[in-house]
Structure formats: structure tokens, C-alpha cells
């Protein structure tokens, strides 16, 4: 019995049972840490296969390739979760620091070891030993036993090594905020004023509300309200009954397709229902008569999308679908016909319909970061087009009638797939910025100074910038007609 129970202990000193996680002190994670390195799959690898052969260099989050982005959702998550349980155990309220993660899970998440270490106190400790190790006293027993309940949220065949360096504790706050008069920005200072009548600017963003504050009908003459990144998962009829409301911002809360309850206006004119987890355009948009700009990207459009709530609006201008997960677009998109700003950057698009040519008004379309290889042929009838991104597509022509865009003054085709410069560009009389960069460009031709209002020209990342056979004197006759050249 005595050596069953001495066979028992070994196991558990040695990780074999993984009834708890097991935190490695620095030592042990030193002496281990080769072994371990074999044994576990670095999560980068699972997500993200060509991280290895990815040219180094900061990127956007636009620029970034699906692998990335998962990245770096990984760890965003990751850092809400353990500062979440902090806040929960009341820890580190008054106090920022760094830590280091090294976790070691299981094929299903559950975490077998883990590594951990703190920085310093970016507001105060630096590199004091002392108060780091007394930060450590407070936080292990609490997050040790965390890591023990945890479940990384990847699963797989082989265990994986996740790690992360980020900010635990009092973080600083995201808020982006406006100040000045007729403004306020807390639930307090709107409990407060003295003075409602004055109060134009109300922004209650990111405040972990879970419900539209009472408060805000204290103000009769309120134009402007931002709810944006909060929990709330309704909004009622009453808050567009606020008489003078013109600009509602509810992006970033779990909404739904039921959660906008609208009722019937004449004052809204924006209105955004961004990252608000609808995969319909809620019929309630519909009784805002007057609604000039409608931004509801960020949402899962990939079962389609009907334009029937938004016939009606005869004054609508702006339509912002990015990263709606679009895989068409549907015809009846040419009813739109007021509308001026068409965004559908971040999608999946592999056709443009020939009736989005239709909408005659259209000053500004954005399509890039799809999988277009052609545009429609009757471009050229949206004759008040002005600017036109269609980068990150697999584009290497452009349409015949695209020289009638007589007033198209930005033009974006970059990384796309163009060997030459497209012949009716050069046919555009009032083209002001260029960007060609990232094609296959092997020349640029010499009547690229016919552009006479070309004032920004890009064409890095082609062979005919890397292999530096850009012709100097085009160069300088470009420049000498004001047009400056990045290449």
C-alpha cells in the first residue's frame, strides 16, 4: 500500500495526472523548458501556418492576413479573460504591470503547466524587485487556480504552447472622447448638470452598461448619443422618440436581429449599428424616414443580404458593410439611388452585379480586400465616381468605359495582379492620387506626365521599383510637374 501511494505521488509531482495545472516556478520552467519546447505544437503554428515565412514589419490590422488576425484575436481574448478573473478576486485594482505567459495545454485547452512572471508597474514599481515580489504574493494563489479552471480557446490533436506578454490590473482606458461645451461623457456628470437644456453631446461609451440609461431623456435638446461598446442587448422605441436626435452610435453591443426596437421619426439621420451581432438589417431601420448614413458592418451578412428595409429611405447616402462577411451583392442594391458612399471593404466578393452601375449619385466605392479579378463593365456610368480603392483584389485590367469617369480623383489598385498601367487611366483629367504600388509593374510609361493634376504617384513593390529601373528622368519630369513619386 505504501508503495502504491509513493507510485501515486510520483505521477503528481512528475504532471503525469493533470488533475491540476501545474505553475513551474522560473527554475523549473529553465530546466524544462527544451523538453517541453518538443513536445508542444507552438500555437502560432495551429492558426497560422505561414507566420514563419511572413515578411517581418508592423501591419494594420486591415493589412493583416487571416492567420494574423486570429492571432491576435487569441490574445486579446486571453488578456479580457485573466483580467476579468483579477477583477473578479479584486486584485490589482489599484495597479498595472506586465505579464509574461508561457501556457502549455492539452489538445482540448485545459491548461497542463504554465509559466508565468511579472514586469514592472508601468505607473510606479519599474524594476523594483521588492514590490514585484510582493505583487507576486497577492496574485499567485488567484491566478494559478485560475489557470486551472481555463480552457484556451483552440482545440486540436497535439498539445500547444500559447504565449503572450500583456498589461494585467488597472488598465487604461480606451474611452476616445470629445471635450467641450454641451458635452458630457459619464452617467454622473449627466446625473449632475444643472443645466440639461445645453447639453448637445451625450457619450456613455464603453461603460459596461447593460441597459440604456434612464438619464438620457433628461435632455430635450440632445443631438448627438454614443452607446457604442457597452452590453446593452436592446434598444426601446423611447430613445428615438428624443426629439432633436440625429446621430445614434449602438455599434459593439450584442443586439441581435430582435434588440433595435425603433419606432417611426423624422430626426435621424446616422446611425450605427456596427458589431451588434444582427445577420439581417433590422426591419426597425426602416421608420427612420430621414436617415442619411447607415453603418452595419461587422456582422454576419454570409446568409445574404436584402436591401427591404432600406427602400423606403429615399435620403440615404452613406452605406458602410465592411467586414460584413458578404459573399454577393444583391441586385436590388441599384434601388439605392441617393446613395453616395458605398463601403464594402473586407469581404468575400468575387462578382460585382452590373446593376450596382445604377447608382448614378455614387461619389465614393470602396471594394477593397475581396476577391474580385474584374469590375463591371458599365463602370464608367457611375459618371460622378471620385474615388475608387480597390486594393488587396486580383485585378490586372480595367474595364473600356472606365475612362469615362471623367471626375475620378483618387484611384486605388494596388496589390493586385497589373503587368502594365491601364490605358484609360490616362485618360482621366482630373486624377490627383495614383496607387499602383505592389502590382507587377516592369515599366512605367513616359505619358505618365500627361496626368497634369497627378499630384501623389505610388508604385513601390513592383519589379520596376525593387530591380530600380525607374527611368530618373521621368522621375524628374514627374516632380518637376509637382507629382510627388514613392517608389
Not at 226 to 239: G, P, R
Request: hydrophobic share 35%.
Amino acid at each position: 500500500m505504501t508503495k502504491y501511494l509513493f507510485f501515486i505521488a510520483l505521477l503528481l509531482l512528475s504532471g503525469k495526472i493533470c488533475a491540476q495545472t501545474v505553475c513551474l516556478t522560473e527554475a523549473q520552467h529553465s530546466a524544462m523548458a527544451k523538453k517541453l519546447a518538443k513536445e508542444y505544437t507552438l500555437v502560432d503554428q495551429i492558426v497560422d501556418p505561414g507566420f514563419r515565412t511572413r515578411k517581418p514589419g508592423f501591419r494594420t490590422e486591415d493589412d493583416m492576413e487571416p492567420g494574423e488576425k486570429k492571432r491576435l484575436e487569441l490574445n486579446n481574448q486571453f488578456g479580457r479573460d485573466i483580467n476579468q478573473a483579477l477583477k473578479q478576486a479584486n486584485i490589482l485594482q489599484d495597479t498595472t504591470c506586465y505579464l509574461m505567459v508561457s501556457l502549455y495545454a492539452n489538445p482540448d485547452g485545459s491548461v497542463n503547466r504554465v509559466y508565468y512572471r511579472f514586469g514592472f508597474d508601468i505607473t510606479r514599481l519599474r524594476s523594483d524587485s521588492m514590490a514585484i515580489a510582493r505583487l507576486k504574493n497577492r496574485v499567485d494563489p488567484v491566478l494559478c487556480q485560475w489557470f486551472s479552471t481555463y480552457h484556451f480557446p483552440i482545440a486540436g490533436d497535439k498539445p500547444y504552447l500559447f504565449s503572450s506578454s500583456l498589461a494585467i490590473g488597472k488598465l487604461p482606458s480606451k474611452r476616445k472622447l470629445r471635450r467641450g461645451p454641451g458635452i458630457l461623457t459619464t452617467i454622473a456628470e449627466a446625473e449632475k448638470t444643472a443645466r440639461p437644456d445645453t447639453v448637445r453631446h451625450l457619450v456613455l461609451n464603453t461603460l459596461e452598461l447593460t441597459e440604456v440609461p434612464e438619464v438620457i431623456y433628461r435632455f430635450p435638446n440632445l443631438e448627438i448619443l454614443d452607446l457604442s461598446t457597452n452590453n446593452i442587448s436592446v434598444i426601446s422605441e423611447k430613445v428615438f422618440t428624443i426629439p432633436k436626435l440625429s446621430q445614434l452610435n449602438v455599434s459593439g453591443n450584442p443586439l441581435g436581429n430582435e434588440g433595435l426596437q425603433g419606432s417611426r421619426n423624422k430626426h435621424l439621420k446616422i446611425l450605427n449599428i456596427q458589431s451588434t451581432k444582427i445577420t439581417a438589417i433590422p426591419k426597425s431601420v426602416a421608420k427612420n424616414r430621414r436617415l442619411e448614413s447607415l453603418w452595419v458592418g461587422r456582422n454576419d451578412f454570409s446568409g445574404g443580404l436584402t436591401t427591404a428595409p432600406l427602400r423606403r429611405m429615399r435620403r440615404l447616402k452613406d452605406l458602410n458593410l465592411y467586414e460584413a462577411k458578404l459573399n454577393e451583392i444583391p441586385n436590388a442594391i441599384r434601388r439605392l439611388k441617393r446613395l453616395e458612399v458605398l463601403d464594402l471593404y473586407h469581404n468575400n466578393l468575387r462578382v460585382l452585379p452590373e446593376r450596382l452601375c445604377k447608382l448614378k449619385r455614387l461619389q465614393q466605392l470602396a471594394i477593397s480586400n475581396n476577391k474580385l479579378n474584374e469590375l463591371p463593365r458599365n463602370l464608367g456610368r457611375l459618371r460622378k465616381l471620385q474615388v475608387l480603392y480597390t486594393h488587396h483584389n486580383f485585378l490586372g485590367n480595367l474595364p473600356a468605359s472606365f475612362q469615362k469617369l471623367y471626375y475620378l480623383r483618387i484611384l486605388g489598385i494596388s496589390h493586385n495582379v497589373f503587368r502594365t498601367i491601364p490605358d484609360p487611366v490616362m485618360s482621366l483629367p482630373y486624377l490627383e492620387e495614383l496607387d499602383l504600388s505592389h502590382n507587377r509593374l516592369t515599366d512605367l510609361p513616359t505619358n505618365l506626365t500627361q496626368l497634369h493634376t497627378l499630384k501623389r504617384l505610388y508604385v513601390r513593390g513592383n519589379p520596376v521599383s525593387e530591380d530600380k529601373t525607374v527611368s530618373s528622368s521621368l522621375i524628374k519630369e514627374l516632380e518637376n510637374n509637382k507629382t510627388e513619386v514613392y517608389y
